[in-house]
């Protein structure tokens, strides 16, 4: 079955120290994985593709296929980095996406 | 532009009433769904649709109904509505290009009491 797990409802951390927010994912094919952000009061947003291995807002995000992970990465975490962080999965050609339950950062001064 | 718009953004509703909630796209996307959130949870696809005259049923369709009959439009019917349904309903939309996520709306939160 497909599925996408946040183990963490909450990350807090001190502004400039590294940020890593958690996502692991079950397909049985090849799947392209997204994270999404929602900042207070914004509606939510994609944030960035595995499929264009691209940096926003100096956040990245490898796919692991071995460990079936998708984990978002900043190293100098900054206050506005604060919100609502969604892990996706959708399968390769299709179009229908399937969301992890979230993970809200905190990031504190 | 405007990308997708969602109406009303908060409504309270009784216990056996029934509402619309809107949503129209002006990217000319062929992709629409609709999703629930619940507290704590994931977003839970209820339908969606491939086109105009075109819907299918998602994860959590009990209760819900849709229309797709121009591109643009999306709108999601709750027929006797229960507190169940008390949820964030969020409208998106994609295009053919895989490589691309969803554009979503501002999101409806619904109360049912």
């Known amino acids: 079955a497909q599925r996408v797990t946040q183990p963490e409802k909450l990350l807090s951390v001190f502004k400039g120290a590294p940020v890593e927010l958690k996502c692991n994912y079950s397909y049985s094919g090849s799947p392209e994985l997204f994270w999404y952000v929602q900042y207070s009061r914004q509606r939510l947003q994609l944030l960035l593709r595995?499929?264009s291995r691209e940096s926003i807002k100096g956040f990245t995000a490898d796919l692991n296929k071995g460990e079936t992970s998708f984990h978002l990465k900043k190293p100098f975490a900054q206050e506005e980095d604060s919100a609502m962080y969604y892990c996706?999965?959708?399968?390769?050609?299709?179009?229908?996406?399937?969301f992890g339950a979230g993970t809200r950062l905190f990031v504190k001064a | 532009n405007a990308g997708v718009t969602q109406t009303p953004k908060f409504r309270i509703l009784k216990i056996g009433q029934s509402m619309t909630l809107q949503c129209a796209q002006d990217?000319?996307?062929?992709?629409m769904y609709w999703y629930r959130q619940d507290p704590g949870m994931g977003l839970k696809l209820i339908y969606y649709s491939v086109g105009a005259g075109i819907t299918d049923k998602g994860e959590v369709p009990n209760g819900y109904n849709v229309s797709r009959s121009t591109t643009e439009d999306f709108p999601l019917r709750l027929e006797l509505a229960a507190p169940s349904q008390t949820s964030v309903y969020f409208c998106a939309s994609s295009s053919l290009n895989s490589n691309y996520g969803y554009t979503f709306g501002s999101g409806t939160r619904l109360t049912v009491v």
């Open positions: 595995h499929i």
């Open positions: 990217m000319n996307h062929n992709y």
């Open positions: 996706a999965l959708r399968g390769t050609g299709g179009f229908k996406t399937i």
